[in-house]
């Protein structure tokens, strides 16, 4: 867990092997509301970050105080303040972020992911591993939900990042599929898109179980006997 | 006793600073944020109907935010609308002296991005322009059903609105 490569790893877990929307399956309200736009999906994915970092720092530092019997409420009181602050602070100086990611915003405060990594880091480990592990897991959910708002755009409206100044626009003979728009197509990519990353982040099986490791054990014949093959 | 009043005792505690640091943060933010607003609807009266001088009028209506008058006459009524998401439309509707639509901005629509927003169309608005009652209003967006109805309420409450209003 010390050195450079630990700090390193907590924070690359979270883009892939332990991401949590593709691998982990979490936070899936918000991946499939707000996907249908690339932009969106991009400011509901940088907010998440934001507030993840800011709620595992102060977990992290409170884990000690806090005691285990008040612990949920503790963390979703302190999970809630960063998001309303952060709602007042773009409301007040980023009026037009503010006005896109709408509703989504303080829906932060239900994303399982941010209460997932306080219940099982921050709660654990030290401040700097907390925050680098905020940091991974909200650029893991920030790229998840830019790949599926991404294919989602392309392949429903035929245009990508709209309403920015990087804007694309697919040539009009390219047919728009609009189930890519509504929440199916949504369910589609993300499934094709967990698939990929199952792939991915596949591990070789072991090439023979112990009866120590197999879950049939207890009603198996041959347990302590012999190895089955 | 300590097992039992401690967890009390740290949850009020963490309560009350949240509630604090949530006191000071609104402190400090709510000019910024009246002001945001107050810009934002400027900016829309200026979008839709043009330069000029927007004033506020002192008149009130059940479900309607403001009414503005315009230097050329034009009144405009500051509506939010139920869509598919509850107050998800927000839009200016001017009505010109003569009871008829003179135009429709949308201030904010937090209808569902690329379906209900289909609503906020300038090319669909446009086709409000002179309506005088309801049968003039054009057909609801197939697949924003629910956005459309929003909004033809909002345009009908202003409709009335401007009615009552030159009546008294």
Redesign the interface.
């Given at each position: 867990m010390t050195g450079k490569n630990g700090y390193l790893q907590e924070f690359t877990k979270g883009l892939l092997r332990e991401n949590p929307t593709l691998v982990g399956l979490l936070g899936m309200c918000p991946t499939l509301a707000v996907t249908s736009q690339a932009v969106n999906a991009l400011g509901m994915g940088l907010a998440t970050m934001f507030v993840l970092i800011g709620s595992n720092c102060v977990i992290s530092l409170l884990r000690k105080i806090i005691p285990a019997t008040v612990k949920l409420p503790c963390y979703i009181v302190i999970i809630a303040g960063f998001v309303t602050i952060i709602d007042f602070l773009l409301h007040g100086f980023l009026p037009e972020l503010h006005e896109s990611l709408g509703t989504f915003l303080s829906l932060i405060t239900v994303n399982c992911i941010i209460l997932g990594r306080a219940e099982m880091f921050a709660s654990k480990n030290p401040v700097l591993p907390s925050i680098l592990d905020g940091c991974g897991m909200g650029a893991g959910f920030t790229l998840s939900l830019l790949a599926i708002g991404s294919v989602r755009e392309i392949l429903g409206a035929g245009t990508w990042m709209a309403g920015t100044p990087i804007a694309l626009t697919l040539p009009a003979e390219f047919p728009k599929l609009a189930i890519f728009s509504s929440t199916a197509g949504g369910f589609m990519t993300l499934g094709v898109l967990v698939a990929i990353a199952g792939i991915l982040t596949r591990k070789p099986l072991p090439k023979e179980v112990g009866c120590a490791g197999c879950p049939m054990a207890d009603g198996c014949r041959s347990n302590g006997k012999e190895s089955c093959k | 006793m300590k097992e039992k009043l401690?967890?009390?005792a740290?949850?009020t505690i963490?309560?009350a600073v949240?509630c604090g640091?949530?006191a000071a943060?609104?402190a400090?933010?709510h000019d910024?944020?009246v002001?945001?607003?107050a810009?934002?609807v400027q900016k829309s009266l200026v979008r839709c109907f043009g330069e000029g001088t927007y004033t506020p009028l002192e008149t009130a209506f059940e479900g309607v935010t403001a009414v503005y008058e315009s230097t050329d006459g034009l009144q405009i009524y500051d509506i939010t609308a139920d869509g598919y998401?509850k107050g998800g439309i927000r839009a200016l509707i001017g009505i010109a002296q003569d009871g008829s639509i003179a135009g429709i901005g949308i201030v904010?629509c937090?209808e569902?991005?690329?379906?209900g927003t289909k609503i906020t169309d300038p090319a669909y608005l446009a086709q409000f322009d002179g309506a005088r009652t309801a049968e003039d209003f054009p057909d609801a967006i197939s697949r924003a059903t629910f956005s459309s109805k929003g909004l033809q309420s909002a345009v009908s409450l202003a409709l009335q609105c401007a009615e009552r209003r030159n009546d008294t």
């Open positions: - | 401690l967890p009390s740290v949850l963490v309560c949240v640091l949530l943060a609104n400090a933010t910024k944020i002001q945001a607003e810009d934002k998401s904010s937090g569902t991005a690329g379906v």
